[in-house]
């Protein structure tokens, strides 16, 4: 067989504190994607208390003190979203009481599964580690417990010799403040495929959150980009965007609110999650930043769909035809690279986070 999957982490057992799961990525195939099956037990109430993927708050691959991928689990997920166009790629959503809420997330290598130009090689490596680490209850229904299993795509009997990966970092975080200027010194050392804004705050869809922005190189010399959010989204960053999402929640006769993923136009339906037809009204308000208001008119859970755009309120801007390899920016003949962000409100937790192509020579 060309191909397989392989267990890297079976799945754990319910734990109930902040831990960091180490995993040595040891074996001699080439590795095309890793996925991480993250599970979370719901609490008995409302309210939820931030998105579930806030539970994961840091995903890396290390090398020594090389770091080869690192980013949160908001991140991690807007990144699949807009890499692959799965949406979601595997998940069981539920506000549902003690039951057991399940969310599936990607790591690719390459510009698709089983890329054989782009892959994570780990005999290029010394002590190639994945270093997942939580904070079980940072996020979803008051969660109790958690569990992760983790797996990864392989190349088997098929030989192939990548050139490099896809290799994605955080580069920079900070609190904005409304209408000021962020300015960051972007990174220089490898070619890039995707640079990645996400600012994702309750009742604040992301153009309210990002103002302008503006990406130029060697002090101005070339403007690359100088656009406000929508601009982007609407036209060169539209690419995977928007997505579909479905959720079980349990019945709430008060106001109260959901974490969802969309945060941008966002549209909800509901319908009573039963055989009954009765008059069992469900409202949906709102839903910018992720953050929707839920109310029912009686003791019944309900099923909604929920569409919209900006995954966690995240923008990919895109470098060049995304399957053409050199077709990408080469950052490496200019002498500088700079972000010019202007924050449109204050007090959320903007980042920045890049996804390159390293080679291996």
Not at 11 to 24: E, K, Q, Y
Request: charged letters at 20%; a negative charge.
């Amino acid at each position: 067989m060309n191909y397989r999957n392989i267990t890297l982490l079976s799945l754990t057992a319910s734990f109930a504190d902040n831990r960091t799961i180490v995993i040595d990525l040891n074996m001699s195939d080439p590795i095309s994607e890793i996925y991480l099956d993250i599970r979370a037990t719901n609490g008995s109430v409302f309210p939820t208390v931030g998105h579930p993927m806030q539970t994961v708050t840091k995903v890396e691959i290390v090398d020594g003190s090389d770091v080869l991928f690192s980013l949160d689990g908001l991140e991690v997920d807007a990144l699949d979203y807009y890499h692959s166009g799965q949406c979601p790629r595997g998940q069981r959503n539920t506000y549902e009481a003690l039951q057991e809420y399940n969310h599936i997330m990607a790591i690719s290598f390459g510009r698709f599964l089983f890329d054989e130009q782009l892959a994570l090689d780990p005999t290029k490596f010394q002590n190639a580690q994945l270093k997942i680490t939580f904070d079980y209850d940072a996020g979803g229904m008051t969660p109790s417990a958690a569990k992760l299993k983790v797996v990864a795509a392989i190349f088997d009997e098929k030989t192939i010799t990548p050139v490099g990966f896809l290799m994605t970092k955080e580069v920079k975080r900070w609190t904005s403040v409304a209408a000021a200027h962020e300015y960051t010194d972007l990174p220089t050392d490898y070619p890039y495929r995707k640079l990645l804004l996400q600012g994702r705050l309750a009742d604040n869809p992301p153009n309210w959150v990002f103002g302008n922005i503006k990406i130029s190189s060697d002090q101005d010399k070339k403007v690359i980009i100088n656009n406000e959010f929508l601009e982007l989204i609407s036209g060169m960053c539209r690419e995977n965007a928007f997505m579909r999402e479905s959720y079980v929640v349990s019945s709430k006769t008060t106001n109260t609110h959901l974490h969802i993923t969309p945060t941008l136009d966002v549209v909800a339906a509901a319908t009573i999650h039963g055989v009954d037809i009765g008059n069992y009204a469900c409202c949906i308000d709102g839903g910018d930043g992720g953050y929707m208001g839920y109310k029912t008119q009686a003791q019944f859970a309900q099923d909604i769909i929920v569409t919209g755009s900006a995954p966690h309120g995240t923008l990919a801007i895109p470098f060049g035809k995304q399957d053409v390899i050199e077709d990408w920016f080469d950052v490496a003949p200019i002498g500088s690279l700079k972000a010019d962000i202007t924050d449109g409100v204050a007090d959320c937790t903007s980042k920045i986070f890049i996804q390159q192509l390293r080679k291996y020579a």
